[in-house]
Nanobody
Framework: QVQFVETGGGLVQPGGSLRLSCTASGLAIGNHGVAWFRQEPGKERQSVACMSGDTNTGYYRDSLEGRVSISRDNSKNALYLQIHNVKLEDTAVYFC???????????????????WGNGTQVTVAS
């Protein structure tokens, strides 16, 4: 059984940084395209960043590039997302997900990501 668990959410002040973690079980994430998504209040879920299998190259939604960083530790079977200079609009539920494919996609169909965590809430407020 594949399971993803996101942690690291909470209350963050604007301008701060946060690091989210996603621990996977039942699936070796190094062999799969993985991604972070987020769903802001009242909006559709959107991709944030992704990484193809067995690479250290991240791909980012254009509007977030430069402020976010995706990374992976295959030895821990974990995926991370770091957000710098956090803004109010970063308030969202953040999800990690994986595809069967080796390759990730930022703007492709979300339903190609078939393994999902339940999400972690990030609230940005002063």
């Amino acid at each position: 059984q594949v399971q993803f668990v996101e942690t690291g959410g909470g209350l963050v002040q604007p301008g701060g940084s946060l690091r989210l973690s996603c621990t996977a079980s039942g699936l070796a994430i190094g062999n799969h395209g993985v991604a972070w998504f987020r769903q802001e209040p009242g909006k559709e879920r959107q991709s944030v960043a992704c990484m193809s299998g067995d690479t250290n190259t991240g791909y980012y939604r254009d509007s977030l590039e430069g402020r976010v960083s995706i990374s992976r530790d295959n030895s821990k079977n974990a995926l991370y997302l770091q957000i710098h200079n956090v803004k109010l609009e970063d308030t969202a539920v953040y999800f990690c997900a994986a595809r069967e494919s080796y390759y990730c996609t930022i703007y492709g169909p979300q339903n190609t990501y078939i393994y999902w965590g339940n999400g972690t809430q990030v609230t940005v407020a002063s």
